[in-house]
């Protein structure tokens, strides 16, 4: 018994290594009828079991034998037959046999391949990998995986290998690999793993919301970065997630119809707005395309674009359209729009008013048609519309302008080139001046009547001054022929009254002479004769002049300059301006003041400056300074100054120097710190 038990096991374990054979090509082949007759050889063997021991070993090894022979034919018909690659390896990882598909696929032959290692084959980043299969395989006896196979061409192909171990009638552990050429799937996989990632980049990138909407109205796909940056949101806040949550509900039902709109009929657009992370909302413009996913699925593909600002600029504009609407139609100019060829399009309430014309009687009409131009107007405002339609800019024009009514009005105008929408149209903005003009008619009669007057004012100041002039003369030559005469009899009551008489003669001698000088300036007919001069000796030659005056208050006049400065100036008239400034320094100066002088070049000037110290000027004097008879009268003060004059000095002065391309004035820091007169003239290079 125990013999035959043992003959048992020992067949019984052949058994099941062929079972395994069988099961493996069973789920190759995918038939059963292996499966059948290797079973019914096995029940046959099982009813050996009653017969002599001797009789039954010998037909259990037959049928053994049998059971053998007709797996080896059926393993060999099919593993030569099928597509895949079908191999084997001991436990060393030789290979011990492959199959002829093995030659198809690679180009080795069978000789060219027994015997030696799979990673001779193998690429070398897949070696790893392969190993991790055959792993797999030893401690779950099956691994899957894939790796590339070298050519005998030295390409590769992607195999997809599922390794088994069994084990061999001797009770070898063997592998058994059937691989499948997948080379042209993985391509495929690369060429859709290279689409998927370029589109990814492209949406991920892209300006605008792309969104993937499923037929329940959820989100399935986003590109988050722009998400993210417009609304706030990332894909685990919205993916999966009803649209609704995230649209105003003012717009969600409008939304909702636009989308099943593209899904039965294959697009949709609108405008809606997306409320974002913080809680409030943005203005999308969207466009939805209908597009069918595996499985049949319709899903709605929609890319969306802020329109927030536009929203807003367009917000803005309409109030301001209906603010403009407003002034237009209530302004008290008369506005008149018209199209480049002059046909009239719209008009304003006060162009009906000012002109007595309604709309409807001047809309769709040429202007120069409706009779308010004067027919020898018409020309003229036609050149101007041609070349304001141009875009031009004109000067505003007044002229008179006709009315219903037949009453001539004047008008200023206004023309400028207006865009209102895709067309260009030219806006007429009139303003009655007719009262303007008939005020300006008056000022300027008026005015002339004021210049009449003023010419005869000067007139008679000029001709009164002449008059003056002579006698005056007469009477300084005959003081000094008295001065000259008592002078020798000694006769100091005499002398005295008689100086008296001289200093009154030259004062109003001076007096006419200003009075003279400022009526020809004023009345711009002084030309001046101007020749190359040297400042300084001009200079000079006053101080000498005025050393009596300063030499009687004992002032000290200090000079300082460097060198000589020539300037093309009228000598005479520049020497009456220093006289005037130095004269003004001496009678303004209590008596032991100083006055210096200098000068000194300034980008393309000469300063001639000339300060005192004496009792200066309050912001509120210096405005009065130079005016015509703008004496600043400071008798009965104490300040112990010089207070006669005219007032005339510093005016003429002043256009004397504006008459040479200069001009003057005056600085002080106030009340008894001096003055400083600075005379700037152009210079001569």
């Not at 010089?642 to 002080?668: A, C, N, P, Q, R």
């Amino acid at each position: 018994m125990n013999e035959l038990k043992e003959f048992f096991e020992e067949y019984i374990k052949k058994l099941k290594i062929i079972k395994q054979k069988l099961e493996y090509y069973q789920e190759i082949e995918r038939s059963d009828e292996y499966n059948i007759e290797v079973t019914e050889m096995i029940n046959e063997a099982i009813d050996y079991t009653s017969l002599p021991l001797n009789i039954l070993k010998k037909k259990l090894e037959k049928n053994s034998q049998q059971i053998e022979r007709v797996i080896e034919e059926k393993y060999r018909f099919i593993t030569e037959s099928v597509n895949d690659v079908i191999s084997v390896f001991d436990k060393n990882l030789n290979l011990i046999y492959i199959n002829n598909a093995a030659q198809r696929l690679s180009g080795f032959s069978k000789d060219e391949v027994l015997g030696r290692k799979p990673q001779e084959f193998m690429h070398p980043n897949d070696i790893n990998r392969s190993i991790k299969i055959f792993q797999e395989a030893l401690k779950t006896g099956e691994g899957l995986g894939e790796f590339r196979l070298k050519r005998k061409d030295g390409s590769y192909i992607w195999l997809e290998v599922n390794a088994r171990i069994v084990h061999d009638k001797n009770g070898e552990t063997n592998a058994i690999l059937v691989s499948r050429d997948i080379t042209n799937r993985k391509l495929i996989e690369k060429k859709l793993k290279e689409s998927e990632e370029k589109y990814k980049i492209i949406t991920e990138h892209a300006n605008d919301l792309i969104c993937i909407i499923d037929e329940k109205f959820k989100f399935e796909y986003i590109n988050e970065n722009v998400h993210e940056k417009l609304l706030g949101y990332i894909n685990k806040d919205i993916i999966g997630k009803h649209v609704g949550l995230f649209i105003h509900p003012d717009d969600l039902n409008y939304a909702i119809e636009s989308f099943q709109d593209a899904i039965q009929n294959g697009e949709s657009k609108g405008e809606i707005r997306l409320r974002n992370k913080e809680g409030s909302y943005i203005w999308i413009e969207f466009k939805g395309e209908l597009f069918i996913a595996r499985g049949g699925k319709r899903k709605n593909f929609l890319i969306s674009r802020d329109i927030t600002e536009r929203k807003n600029v367009m917000q803005q504009l309409k109030e301001s359209e209906e603010k403009f609407r407003a002034l237009y139609e209530k302004t008290y100019l008369a506005i008149l729009l018209i199209t480049i060829d002059g046909t009239i399009l719209d008009c304003n309430r006060s162009f009906e008013k000012t002109l007595g014309f309604t709309k409807e009687e001047i809309i769709g009409k040429k202007y120069k048609d409706i009779g308010i131009v004067r027919e020898k107007l018409i020309p003229i405002l036609l050149r101007r519309l041609k070349t304001v339609s141009k875009g031009e800019k004109l000067p505003v024009v007044e002229f008179k302008v006709r009315k219903k009514n037949g009453e001539m009005i004047w008008v200023r105008i206004k023309s400028t080139l207006v865009d209102i929408g895709m067309n260009s149209y030219i806006q007429i903005v009139g303003e009655d001046i007719t009262e303007l003009k008939q005020a300006e008619n008056l000022v300027k009669m008026e005015l002339e009547k004021l210049k009449a007057l003023d010419q005869v004012k000067n007139d008679l100041i000029t001709r009164i001054s002449h008059e003056i002039k002579t006698p005056l003369s007469l009477i300084c030559g005959a003081t000094e022929l008295l001065s000259d005469y008592y002078n020798e009899i000694h006769d100091d009551r005499a002398n005295e009254i008689i100086d008296i008489l001289k200093r009154g003669g030259h004062r109003l001698k001076l007096l006419v002479k200003n009075l003279i000088d400022a009526s020809i300036l004023e009345s711009r007919n002084l030309k001046l004769k101007v020749q190359r001069e040297n400042l300084v000796d001009i200079i000079k030659n006053c101080i000498v002049e005025i050393k009596y005056f300063a030499e009687k208050r004992n002032h000290f006049i200090t000079l300082d300059f460097k060198e000589d400065i020539f300037l093309n100036v009228s000598r005479d008239k520049i020497e009456q301006v220093f006289i005037n400034i130095l004269l003004n320094a001496i009678k303004n100066t209590p008596p032991n003041g100083r006055i210096y002088i200098n000068m000194k070049k300034y980008n393309g000037y000469i300063d001639i400056v000339i300060a005192d110290t004496g009792v200066g000027l309050s912001e509120e004097e210096k405005p009065k300074l130079f005016k015509k008879f703008g004496k600043i009268e400071r008798y009965g003060k104490g300040l112990d100054v010089d207070t006669e004059g005219s007032g005339l000095g510093l005016y003429i002065s002043k256009k004397i120097v504006g008459l040479h391309g200069g001009k003057v004035w005056v600085e002080s820091e106030g009340r008894n710190k001096g003055s400083t007169f600075i005379i700037r003239l152009p210079e001569i290079t």
